[in-house]
């Protein structure tokens, strides 16, 4: 059993604090609330680089993981790199984000797979093992860690990556400590369920984690299938990934900041 780590939570900015009149105002917010680190989509068109550096040096907030740069391909709204003919669209994408995530000191990457209009096949398979081995050495020159996200059928129907076997058997083929699963446990529930178990089953692999309730994806205190207390002890027990960020990707059910009790309730924050 793992000595345990003390888990931090960040606020998902592509869920949370949506009140806020701008992406860069949410930001703003998070700090207000009492947030140390945010995560969330890549910037949209209109927030420049130059802009995000300064809100997060203004903020002081630690940018802890952000989503694959989408690129402006119609298909790609969830990523490319699962899908055959798009290699260079995925190459571009993974080194602009790059560059972001190096500006703000971000040191993960999701890197999403995509959406199929049909059932996966072995060439899928296959260009997605190649993409993830060309984004190896490009994460491991920059000290960053890719992640990568099995997603549920109810919430995203045809995404590429569904199933936790297939996620291990792709980050054991490329190798590399670049390479690490994103564990959500919303989508665990829906894909697998016997949380705790898997938990322990995928420490070795784990390099992020979200989480939301299930089935309704609203904080952990709601109504829902999962004991979060619980859970939350069992990963910090037995989760075993290094920093023990804990990515808050849900849907308030009221407020943003109203919703943030659950923090409190259940102990980490004051």
């Not at 899928?124 to 920059?142: F, Q």
């Not at 709601?222 to 849907?251: I, K, M, P």
């Amino acid at each position: 059993m793992s000595s345990g780590v003390a888990l931090r939570f960040c606020a998902n900015l592509n869920f949370m604090f949506l009140e806020a009149s701008s992406f860069l105002d949410r930001y703003r917010a998070a700090k207000s609330a009492g947030f140390d680190g945010v995560e969330g989509p890549f910037p949209p068109a209109e927030v420049s680089l130059e802009s995000l550096v300064k809100v997060q040096k203004e903020t002081g907030l630690k940018h802890i993981l952000m989503n694959i740069a989408l690129g402006d391909v119609p298909g790609g709204q969830f990523g490319c790199a699962a899908l055959p003919g798009w290699e260079s669209e995925f190459l571009v994408n993974l080194e602009r984000t790059v560059e972001y995530a190096k500006a703000v000191g971000c040191g993960k990457i999701h890197i999403m797979a995509g959406k199929l209009d049909g059932p996966a096949t072995e060439v899928h398979d296959r260009t997605y093992l190649a993409n993830l081995r060309v984004a190896a050495p490009i994460l491991e020159r920059n000290n960053i860690v890719g992640v990568i996200e099995p997603i549920n059928k109810y919430a995203v129907p045809g995404y590429y990556l569904s199933c936790y076997d297939k996620a291990v058997q792709m980050i054991t083929s490329v190798g590399s400590s670049s390479v690490k699963l994103m564990l959500d446990l919303y989508h665990a529930q829906h894909i697998r369920g016997d949380i705790s178990n898997s938990i322990r089953a995928l420490a070795a692999y784990i390099g992020h984690v979200q989480l939301a309730q299930v089935p309704g994806r609203n904080e952990p205190d709601s109504a829902g299938e999962l004991n979060f207390r619980y859970v939350l002890q069992v990963l910090a027990t037995e989760g075993r990934y290094a920093d023990g960020w804990v990515g808050c990707e849900y849907r308030p059910a009221a407020g943003t900041v109203e919703g943030l009790r659950w923090l409190r309730d259940f102990g980490y924050w004051q």
